[in-house]
């Protein structure tokens, strides 16, 4: 049977040219700072993304991690919004590694009011923990793949700065958000003091994430990246993928945007199905079951049998991820099989 997985586009997997450059790899021990491959990635990737430096870590989760680790003193409270990655899908990692409290603002589509965030950040009082740090998200994973401006970029950094707060941009999907806004991604990373991105999703590497900023920042974070057993050695094999999902995968997200919005606009033409398509400006799409009478995760489970993969991510909600592995006869397939399972449930 065929699968169709859209689940996420970490699944995508490394293309033919990434193969090749991987076996090509010329490497060295990047403990000792030794590997040609890492240095060419972490250069190439600090010129794209607008920063000083940049650090190759194994996953995305790691980059954030360090990120925090490196901006933070112990019991230091960091901002962020209330359905992030940070605080949502990391394990606690902010409490665990940077020994840090943390303190949630709702947000719309990842955008928090910057009066929300001018009340948080807490003043001098010996009650109060410090503010070390504030966290961004774009895109926005569980808001739907939602993009942020770099007006909304520069209006949250600048509330921190003006207190004294650095800010982290965790850009695990950035290039999908500037392809949907069409500006260089230099314009969202500018106003903010580090950033990580992943080359694993969208971008198609077998492994890998950058961490991003000024020089001082990443020398210090590859000392925390070291702690935590993010040390690599011949990795320029990892990073030989990566610089092509940097210099070839980039320009090709617009295509996943698009077969996004052809589901979207097959998903909404299903009764009972709700979906705004308009909704979801990128790669990802969250599709209301809430009328079915049945759980998201008996509905996806009703059309995995038919090889079609999606991640439910509430008792009502599932989310379809497309990727350069869901062509778009197979996204056609997609809402064809939907549909008719649709029918059979109205049935039961
Ligand atoms: C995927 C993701 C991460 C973490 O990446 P991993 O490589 O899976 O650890 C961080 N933030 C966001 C918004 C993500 O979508």
Do not use: W
Not at 334 to 348: G, M
Request: net charge neutral.
């Amino acid at each position: 049977m065929e699968v169709i997985d859209l689940r996420s586009d970490t699944v995508t997997k490394p293309t033919a040219e990434m193969r090749k450059a991987m076996a090509e790899a010329e490497v060295g021990d990047d403990v000792y700072g030794e590997d040609p491959t890492i240095h060419k990635l972490e250069t190439i990737a600090a010129q794209i993304i607008g920063k000083e430096a940049a650090l190759f870590v194994p996953s995305g989760t790691m980059g954030n991690q360090v990120a925090a680790m490196t901006h933070l003193s112990r019991g230091e409270e960091v901002i962020l919004e209330a359905e992030s990655h940070m605080f949502y899908y990391e394990v606690g990692g902010l409490a665990l590694l940077s020994a840090a409290q943390t303190r949630t603002i709702p947000g719309k589509k990842g955008f928090m009011e910057p009066e929300a965030i001018a009340q948080a950040i807490r003043g001098e009082d010996l009650h109060f923990p410090r503010t070390g740090l504030l966290c961004l998200e774009n895109t926005h994973n569980r808001a739907g793949g939602t993009v942020l401006t770099p007006a909304q970029i520069g209006a949250m950094a600048q509330i921190a700065h003006d207190r004294g707060v650095p800010v982290h941009l965790d850009g695990a999907r950035i290039f999908n958000a500037a392809t949907a806004l069409g500006i260089d991604v230099r314009e969202l990373t500018a106003p903010v003091d580090s950033v990580m991105f992943c080359l694993s999703k969208g971008l198609g590497a077998p492994v890998g994430s950058l961490l991003a900023g000024t020089k001082e920042f990443i020398t210090k974070a590859r000392k925390n990246r070291k702690v935590l057993g993010g040390g690599l050695r011949q990795a320029g094999i990892l990073a030989a993928a990566g610089i092509i999902a940097l210099e070839k995968m980039v320009d090709r997200l617009a295509e996943d945007h698009y077969r996004a919005r052809l589901l979207a606009e097959d998903l909404a033409n299903i009764p009972r199905l709700m979906i705004d398509p308009k909704a979801f400006p990128t790669n990802i799409l969250i599709c209301s079951v809430a009328k079915l009478g049945i759980s998201a995760e008996r509905f996806s489970a009703l059309f995995a049998q038919h090889g079609i993969l999606t991640n439910p991510t509430s008792p009502t909600e599932i989310r379809f991820v497309t990727h350069k592995d869901v062509s778009e006869a197979q996204i056609r397939i997609t809402s064809n099989v939907i549909n008719q399972i649709v029918k059979a449930v109205n049935h039961f």
